[in-house]
């Protein structure tokens, strides 16, 4: 177990400096859910399906496929319906307020999923492609 844990941190050490920053950047804005968590249900589902069920997934695709690249399979099963919820249900509440730190915090975290979720898909038909090497 721990020589898969050391595969995986030196895959991920060897990945370019943006995407790094990237994913410092998804870890902060999703981790601000816990300041939200006790008043919103919607961000206990952010904390959820991002330290929960995502870091679970990456685990395991990572334990079958020994690739980092495969992760972007994860987040397309995972955030999609996330990202569907917020934008259709959590934003189009009655007592949403955009103009509100909880709201702008949603707005971030809808638009940081549809960043990663774009190149997530990019990354998931090149590798079914072969055109990208896991």
Do not use: C, N
């Not at 990663?116 to 990019?122: T, W, Y």
């Amino acid at each position: 177990m721990s020589e898969l844990l050391a595969q995986f941190s030196a895959q991920m050490d060897a990945l370019p400096d943006a995407v790094q920053w990237w994913m410092a950047w998804m870890v902060l804005v999703f981790a601000l859910s816990i300041i939200f968590s006790w008043r919103h249900p919607a961000a206990r589902l952010v904390f959820v399906t991002f330290f929960v069920l995502t870091l679970a997934g990456a685990y395991g695709q990572f334990y079958f496929t020994k690739s980092v690249h495969w992760i972007s399979g994860v987040h397309l099963v995972f955030w999609i319906p996330l990202l569907v919820y917020l934008v259709a249900v959590e934003m189009r509440r009655a007592d949403f307020q955009l103009r509100s730190f909880y709201g702008a915090w949603i707005l971030v975290v809808v638009a940081t999923m549809a960043v990663s979720l774009a190149f997530d898909a990019r990354d998931a038909v090149l590798l079914v492609q072969g055109l990208k090497h896991a």
